[in-house]
């Protein structure tokens, strides 16, 4: 019986720094695992004390004679956001439908290089159907994006040049962004 008790107390003995070596490598798994963990993000700086014009000129051009343009502006500041929202109801047919842009921005100054602003911008565009024809056919032209741009401070920029899938119709999008000082 003794002989049993001691050799039971060794096994254990011989055990117990193998089982202290597993709960280390657990130990160091865990903090592993904490470290992969991203630290929170570093908050955003706050914005210059400046305001930036963004100019959205749409141009649509439906068949031949002259396009149609429609440009947007506003005043935004720095790493703050602006929307406008400009709709009506046109009727078609015996219905009505909704024509619109909406124009979404929010601009930041690229403070190491002073005459350069990233936009964030989204755009809707919903026109008429082309020469004011009030038919009720399907496919009534719109336009949807978003994106981000690198602009230089008051220089136009083409962003975006779409086609209608049925018709002739051609709808560009030029973007201008002015530092105000």
Request: glycine share 8%.
């Amino acid at each position: 019986m003794v002989k049993t008790v001691v050799m039971v107390v060794t096994a254990l003995a011989l055990a117990a720094p193998a089982v202290a070596g597993q709960q280390s490598k657990v130990e160091q798994k865990a903090a592993a695992t904490a470290a992969k963990v991203e630290a929170p993000p570093k908050p955003e700086p706050p914005g210059l004390s400046l305001n930036v014009k963004i100019e959205v000129t749409i141009t649509d051009q439906a068949g031949p004679g002259d396009a149609a343009k429609k440009t947007i502006s506003m005043i935004v500041g720095d790493r703050q956001s602006n929307s406008i929202r400009s709709s009506t109801q046109v009727r078609t047919g015996g219905n009505y439908r909704t024509v619109g842009i909406n124009l979404d921005a929010r601009p930041v100054i690229d403070v190491k290089e002073g005459n350069r602003v990233q936009l964030m911008f989204g755009l809707e565009y919903q026109p008429r159907t082309p020469s004011g024809s009030d038919s009720t056919e399907p496919g009534l032209s719109s336009l949807t994006q978003r994106q981000t741009l690198m602009l230089e401070s008051g220089k136009s920029m083409l962003v975006s040049q779409a086609a209608d899938p049925t018709s002739d119709r051609k709808i560009t999008v030029e973007v201008i962004a002015t530092i105000l000082k």
